[in-house]
């Protein structure tokens, strides 16, 4: 028998720990990463691939360590790096408090679905450099061009998974509220937010995976700072070490931001810690 | 249970009384209006335990879910202590065929609900459902989350669920149904035991014969398409009922009536959901 508080405090430290990262296909995926990385090695070392597409691991760390100390262009590789993620997130932020509520509303009701789809069904397919050219010739080609087109770019997404998370709410669900007697404010706060909650958060994260895509579109015209701007300027230049070390901390922000929302996910929905045996 | 709660249940004991007028009930199904049930009347009596039963299909659910305020009737019109049954009330809670309980409430939150929206007495939400878990053993799985209970765990805080909202009516819709033999007899006494507690009327959907009998004061006994009542059956064994009730001569023979009943539905049933 296994004595019950170590039980209770084994969960309270689990917990912190993402789920991924407790499981052993975690070191299956390990696996992948470094066959791929011994792969990198072996290619650039025995002269392969040529250095100047595909500059090796050493090189690459070597630019990540001068665009951190001396910068790119005038800015360190942290402001790079911070100009974008604020970009993104204020953008996603912003996508997420017009997005879900209007997600729900559509969802819950045919008339609001109908009214509203056609906004966002007709940009959805366009390529975002053909949007941006517009928004540019909208709203200038500072800040605010920027944000909107990675706004645009996160709000479909988040959209279409809030509609479906609310349609596919258990009736039964409703049914136990409205016959304990409760009102549509608690319906929304008691079951529909709850209930659709999950899949609302993996909509999140695919939004923000695509809100990435875009990022390099969005900070073509008119930068000087921006990781998107600096792999864009470094491959003007062919400066192929600087565009693999931009790309992969972009990557790297991209999967921290990602665990951070799965983490608030958690906190936020700590019943789904224990969906299924 | 706390003095409390007993005051409660005394004021509530002469109300429950439900009647159903002439009900029918269809749907419209690929074109066309189907009736699951047709012209049923009967009246169940404040703190009457009364169970309908009938094959697969036979609109159990149906009656159910109308009684409950959940599906409008075409024709007829339902009564809970002579007032209109317009749509779902407080006054009457509901335990679901399928497993309800919120996934992202804890058990005691899950109990507390019902409690917290209707705030009746001057018990908080919590105390009430803390005194729901201990009657139905489980305190111990206060925090804990609904999918990480039994089948049977579940299925007694739904009933703790609809219990602490303090109805005069509980409409049960085969609760035990996913249950193992043994576990359904053990929920079956503590709901009698509940039941006497609480002198609440229930109504309990089954298709398991035993079940009835040793439940029921009164089956209804349902036919198929359109679902009717064919039989209104009084259950004239003593209570309380146990373990010995089920050995007895009339529960046998109360058994039997039933059963050749319900083969005969069963067999049209079966026939009528096999024609094209
Ligand atoms: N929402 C619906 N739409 C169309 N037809 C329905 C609907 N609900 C039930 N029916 C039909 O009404 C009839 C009665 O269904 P009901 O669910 O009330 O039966 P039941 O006695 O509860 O069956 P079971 O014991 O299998 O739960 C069935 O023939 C079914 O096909
Ligand atoms: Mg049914």
New binding site residues.
């Given amino acids: 028998m296994i004595n019950k508080d170590q039980i209770k405090s084994n969960r309270n430290i689990k917990r912190f720990i993402p789920p991924f990262m407790r499981k052993r296909t975690f070191a299956y995926s390990m696996l992948t990463v470094n066959i791929l990385f011994i792969t990198w090695v072996v290619v650039t070392e025995t002269g392969l691939a040529d250095e100047l597409f595909l500059p090796g691991p050493l090189k690459v760390w070597q630019s990540f360590i001068e665009v951190s100390t001396e910068g790119y262009q005038g800015n360190t590789l942290f402001i790079h790096v911070f100009t974008s993620v604020n970009r993104i997130l204020a953008a996603f932020i912003l996508a997420c408090i017009i997005g879900i509520p209007m997600g729900v509303l559509m969802g819950a009701s045919k008339i609001a679905r109908a009214l509203l789809n056609p906004l966002i069904e007709f940009y959805r397919p366009l390529p975002p450099l053909g949007l941006y050219t517009l928004l540019v010739m909208w709203l200038g080609i500072g800040e605010e061009s920027k944000l909107a087109l990675l706004f645009l770019a996160a709000l479909p997404g988040l959209i279409i998974a809030t509609i479906q998370a609310v349609q596919n709410i258990d009736p039964v669900y409703l049914r136990v509220a409205k016959g304990l007697g409760a009102s549509k404010k608690t319906i929304l706060f008691n079951v529909y937010l709850p209930a659709a909650g999950p899949t609302i958060l993996a909509g999140m994260r695919i939004s923000l995976g695509f809100t990435y895509t875009v990022l390099v579109a969005a900070e073509i015209v008119a930068a000087s700072a921006g990781i998107g701007w600096m792999i864009w300027d470094a491959a003007k230049f062919l400066l192929s070490d600087v565009v693999i070390m931009g790309l992969i901390v972009l990557g790297l922000t991209g999967i921290a931001l990602d665990i951070f929302m799965r983490f608030i996910g958690r906190i936020l929905m700590p019943w789904t810690r224990y969906l299924g045996p | 249970m706390t003095i409390n709660m007993q005051k409660t249940l005394k004021q509530t004991k002469t109300k429950g009384k439900v009647v159903i007028d002439n009900i029918s009930i269809s749907?419209f199904?690929r074109n066309k209006n189907?009736y699951?049930l047709r012209d049923i009347s009967t009246t169940i009596n404040p703190g009457e335990f009364v169970c309908l039963l009938?094959p697969?299909?036979?609109?159990?659910?149906?009656?159910l879910n109308g009684i409950a305020g959940f599906v409008d009737p075409s024709k007829g019109q339902f009564y809970l202590d002579d007032k209109k049954i317009m749509g779902p009330r407080p006054e009457m809670g509901m335990v679901f065929?399928q497993y309800s309980l919120y996934p992202w409430k804890t058990v005691k939150e899950n109990i507390a609900f019902g409690p917290s929206i209707n705030n009746r007495g001057d018990e908080s939400p919590e105390k009430i459902a803390m005194n729901f878990l201990e009657m139905i053993g489980l305190s111990k799985y206060a925090n804990h989350y609904p999918n990480e209970l039994s089948g049977g765990m579940q299925q007694r805080v739904g009933i703790a669920r609809a219990l602490a909202n303090y109805p005069d009516v509980l409409l049960m819709d085969?609760p035990f149904g996913a249950l193992d033999s043994q576990t359904r007899i053990i929920m079956q006494e503590n709901l009698l035991k509940l039941w006497r507690e609480f002198k609440i009327t229930v109504v309990f959907?089954t298709?398991d014969i035993d079940e009835a009998v040793f439940l029921a004061d009164r089956i209804l006994l349902m036919s198929t398409?359109p679902?009717k009542i064919k039989k209104d059956l009084k259950v004239d064994l003593p209570r309380p009922r146990d373990k010995e009730t089920t050995d007895s001569s009339r529960f046998i023979e109360l058994r039997q009536i039933c059963h050749s009943l319900i083969r005969e539905e069963s067999l049209k049933a079966f026939d009528k959901q096999n024609q094209l």
């Fill in positions: 749907y199904n189907v699951a009938g697969s299909g036979c609109g159990k659910s149906s009656l065929q085969e959907v298709h398409l679902g």
